[in-house]
Nanobody
Framework: QVQVQESGGGLVQTGGSLRLACAAS????????MAWHRQGPGNERELVAG???????EYADSVKGRFTVSRKNGENTMYLQMNSLQPDDTAVYYC???????????????WGQGTQVTVSS
């Protein structure tokens, strides 16, 4: 059984910083891509940042230069360093992981439950 757990959300003032973490646990052969998504009030879920197994990254235009995604492959953990936070960054942040697991063919996608980030003005 695979579990994906986010942590690190909270309340911060405009201009502040937060660091989110996402950890995958359970029976895992290998992780392909890890990504952060977010869903703000009244908005659809959107991709924030992603990172592949070889370290290639992608970012939403709205967070480029402010957010940095990284991962510790040996620990199946991904981080999102968020700086210069703005009220528009307020959202529930979700972790998405694509991986190969025992007993299932192909690549599987797992999501965490989300962590709330609130930026006050």
């Amino acid at each position: 059984q695979v579990q994906v757990q986010e942590s690190g959300g909270g309340l911060v003032q405009t201009g502040g910083s937060l660091r989110l973490a996402c950890a995958a646990s359970g029976s895992i052969f290998g992780i392909n891509r890890m990504a952060w998504h977010r869903q703000g009030p009244g908005n659809e879920r959107e991709l924030v940042a992603g990172i592949t197994s070889v370290g290639n990254t992608e970012y939403a235009d709205s967070v480029k230069g402010r957010f940095t995604v990284s991962r510790k492959n040996g620990e199946n953990t991904m981080y999102l360093q968020m700086n210069s936070l703005q009220p528009d960054d307020t959202a529930v942040y979700y972790c998405e992981i694509t991986m190969v697991v025992p007993g299932k063919s192909g690549v599987q996608t797992y999501w965490g439950q989300g962590t709330q980030v609130t930026v006050s003005s």
